[in-house]
């Protein structure tokens, strides 16, 4: 079967390429349904990822956060119309202590191998995580970044000591919504704080215990833990103002991605003995974990609707354009395509 792959070949430029998909194998076949924009896309789209990279990895079709619909499986085990989401990570190999998010020979689609912006795709049974009814499928469609919070608390959980009594939020944007949320429901007890930029956007975290600005922070200010979900450019602001304000004996979680190196205050991770770990990505158990956070926490996924930002109908190839346009001035959300093409 001929399959359309939209590929970015150039920055701000998307073309369409036709590939065989072959029914004869073990593959399932999905019809994407909802397709979230990521900001790791972002920088692929516009160019910002540096030109060496994307010499290397154009024409590649981006995206990684994907809900669908199960259009044939040759198995028969999954129904027609099953609402599933698509791990982007494809392992090649396992490892007894790696997991396979961090191992250099899988392939993360829309940073190794093509995401998921096509008419449908072939995928391995076990990169399927199948959806309860009645899950907004818009909202499900970002599960990829719900589960790399979910990766990253769950690391926290086995890595950081047992005082969690104040823990702290860097980055009132998309992952910092989730890692907050996340972390209110598994720790009703303790004080959960956001630290964001802008007052405006700290209004949507109604379920934070305490919300600061990054420029305002009571001089007495401390906690016991941090998740870093800035990113960017002002990741070393961040991270350099958790290491100024964490208690000795910290744990802080680097979440957010920076093109440029970041200079970090090591004297004081050394003096307050801290505990830096980065995690990136995510695997099919974070997805699992995220399904049961949706089911055991109805009111937890309602929270995660609101971070549904903007709604495109995708039915050609400018659409997708359009909605990585729009997606750059988006002020609060996700921007989640309704792929009809
Ligand atoms: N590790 C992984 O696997 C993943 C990492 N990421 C990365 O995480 C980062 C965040 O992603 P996402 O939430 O979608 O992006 P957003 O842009 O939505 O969030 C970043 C937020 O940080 C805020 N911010 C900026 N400077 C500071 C500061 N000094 N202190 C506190 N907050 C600050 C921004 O405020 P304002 O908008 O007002 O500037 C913004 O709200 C990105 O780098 C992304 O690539 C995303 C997915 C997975
Ligand atoms: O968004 C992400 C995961 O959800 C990561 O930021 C992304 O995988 C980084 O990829 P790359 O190295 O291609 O920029
Ligand atoms: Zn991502």
């Known amino acids: 079967m001929i399959n359309q792959v939209y590929k970015l070949v150039a920055p701000r430029r998307i073309e369409v390429s036709y590939e065989d998909i072959s029914l004869n194998t073990d593959k399932v076949i999905v019809r994407p349904k909802f397709i979230s924009i990521c900001k790791a896309d972002q920088r692929y789209y516009t160019g910002t990822r540096g030109e060496e990279i994307l010499k290397k990895k154009l024409p590649m079709a981006l995206?990684?956060?994907?809900?669908?619909?199960?259009?044939?499986?040759p198995t028969g085990a999954l129904k027609r119309g099953q609402a599933v989401i698509m791990v982007p990570n494809t392992p090649y190999e396992k490892d007894e202590l790696i997991g396979a998010n961090y191992l250099p020979s899988s392939k993360f689609r829309s940073s190794a191998s093509?995401?998921?912006?096509?008419?449908?795709?072939?995928?391995?049974?076990?990169?399927?995580?199948?959806?309860?009814?009645e899950i907004d499928l818009r909202m499900a469609s970002f599960s990829e970044l719900i589960s790399v919070a979910m990766h990253g608390i769950s690391r926290f959980e086995k890595t950081a000591h047992a005082r969690r009594n104040r823990i702290a939020v860097w980055g009132n944007g998309s992952l910092g919504y989730i890692a907050t949320l996340i972390l209110k429901k598994k720790y009703p007890d303790a004080n959960i704080i956001i630290v964001g930029r802008t007052q405006q956007k700290l209004d949507y975290f109604s379920f934070a215990d305490e919300a600061y600005t990054s420029n305002d922070l009571p001089a007495d200010f401390s906690f016991d833990h941090a998740f870093?979900?800035?990113?960017g450019n002002n990741s070393g602001d961040a991270v350099n103002q958790i290491i100024d304000y964490i208690n000795p004996l910290?744990?802080?979680?680097?979440?957010?991605v920076s093109e440029?190196?970041?200079?970090?205050?090591?004297?004081?991770?050394?003096?307050?003995?801290?505990?830096?770990?980065?995690?990136?990505?995510?695997?099919?158990?974070?997805?699992?974990?995220?399904?049961?956070?949706?089911?055991?926490?109805?009111?937890?996924?309602?929270e995660l609707q609101r971070l549904i930002g903007q709604v495109i109908k995708v039915r050609k190839t400018e659409d997708i354009i359009q909605a990585f346009e729009k997606d750059l001035n988006q002020y609060w959300g996700k921007t989640v395509m309704e792929w009809q093409i």
Request: overall charge negative; charged content about 25%.
């Open 114 to 133: 093509d995401g998921f912006t096509q008419d449908y795709i072939a995928i391995n049974r076990d990169r399927l995580v199948v959806l309860p009814d």
């Open 260 to 302: 440029d190196l970041v200079p970090l205050n090591t004297r004081m991770v050394l003096e307050k003995g801290l505990t830096l770990q980065g995690s990136t990505r995510s695997e099919r158990e974070d997805f699992e974990n995220v399904v049961a956070f949706f089911v055991e926490h109805p009111d937890g996924a309602d």
């Open 250 to 256: 910290g744990y802080i979680s680097l979440l957010g």
């Open 63 to 73: 995206t990684h956060e994907s809900v669908g619909e199960v259009s044939y499986d």
């Open 228 to 231: 870093e979900c800035v990113g």
